[in-house]
T-cell receptor, first 116, second 111 residues
């Protein structure tokens, strides 16, 4: 069964460093998302992406964050200068549709980011 | 603002039935999802409701009342492996497919 994959599974970085989290969405999906989950807290929406553009972003997704689809398969989240509070599990998700009909999002296994 | 409420935790017995409630106050409702999340893992899709009524899928059923801003997830014939967090999430219309999640309900199934 097709699935979303993410690399790395765990990333440890120093505060102020840049990190890139990678995702390979399901191949026939057109809509891509990043969410994060701080330990013990709820899953929070960061950004959605379609047709090489950001569709929607949350207040969390400030200038330190960016997303890119550098080729036909990868979808990346970059954090330019990490802060301690960026430590969280980051989930990538994808879906076939967005606004109409059953548009369940399939989640990848996540990247645990630890900022020291 | 957007608000989704679920009980924090529930306990049930193996073989029993449990109902997990979710109430929501959001703008631009475009469907409600239930996800299951085991500790340290990704959310996995369980069910979807966009119209009022009951959706049944094996041991899992989900109900929606849009006028009341209310949904529940019903789990029958509970198994130990059903111990997990159950997340209620609302899809917002015309907001890029954004899902707003509740805090999740931690279900413990005991023998």
């Amino acid at each position: 069964e097709p699935e979303v994959t993410q690399t790395p599974s765990h990333q440890v970085t120093q505060m102020g460093q840049e990190v890139i989290l990678r995702c390979v969405p399901i191949s026939n999906h057109l809509y891509f998302y990043w969410y994060r989950q701080i330990l013990g807290q709820k899953v929070e929406f960061l950004v959605s992406f379609y047709n090489n553009e950001i569709s929607e972003k949350s207040e969390i997704f400030d200038d330190q964050f960016s997303v890119e689809r550098p080729d036909g398969s990868n979808f990346t989240l970059k954090i330019r200068s990490t802060k301690l509070e960026d430590s969280a599990m980051y989930f990538c998700a994808s879906s076939t549709t967005r606004d109409r009909g059953r548009n369940e999002q399939f989640f990848g296994p996540g990247t645990r980011l630890t900022v020291l | 603002g957007q608000n989704i409420d679920q009980p924090t935790e529930m306990t049930a017995t193996e073989g029993a039935i449990v109902q997990i409630n979710c109430t929501y106050q959001t703008s631009g409702f475009n469907g409600l999802f239930w996800y299951q999340q085991h500790a340290g893992e990704a959310p996995t899709f369980l069910s979807y409701n966009v119209l009022d009524g009951l959706e049944e899928k094996g041991r899992f059923s989900s109900f929606l009342s849009r006028s009341k801003g209310y949904s529940y997830l019903l789990l029958k014939e509970l198994q130990m492996k059903d111990s997990a967090s159950y997340l209620c999430a609302v899809n917002l219309y015309n907001q890029g497919g954004k899902l707003i999640f509740g805090q999740g309900t931690e279900l413990s199934v005991k023998p």
